[in-house]
């Protein structure tokens, strides 16, 4: 079954940069749609970042300019690039394996705070 493992969370303050990483297993890596979503404390889950098996890739708004979505099919991982981090941007992050039906890792949380 898909299993996520993430990774790359912390404590950064604003204007600063993190970079998550995902290593996915017990799948066909190559053949999935993979995603960042966030949630924040009280709020819905939402999409941050997606990457296509064709190496589309899509942003929130909210992100775009300023993350960036990236995948090696040779090391199944997916990674995310974040710069200039807001207070906003404060969430625990979940990688997701999209096909059918949608898998998460644990998650990791990004705290942005000075």
């Known amino acids: 079954q898909v299993h996520l493992v993430e990774s790359g969370g912390g404590l950064v303050q604003p204007g600063g940069s993190l970079r998550l990483s995902c290593i996915g297993s017990?799948?066909?890596?190559?053949?999935?749609?993979m995603a960042w979503y966030r949630q924040a404390p009280g709020q819905e889950r939402e999409f941050v970042a997606g990457?296509?098996?064709?190496?589309?890739?899509y942003y929130a708004p909210a992100v775009k300019g300023r993350f960036t979505i990236s995948r090696d099919n040779a090391q199944n991982a997916v990674w995310l690039q974040m710069d200039s981090l807001k207070s906003d941007d404060t969430a625990v992050y979940y990688c997701?394996?999209?096909?059918?039906?949608?898998?998460y890792g644990q998650g990791t949380q990004v705290t942005v705070s000075s």
């Open positions: 990457i296509w098996p064709d190496t589309t890739t």
């Open positions: 017990g799948f066909t890596f190559r053949d999935y749609k």
């Open positions: 997701a394996a999209v096909r059918s039906v949608t898998d």
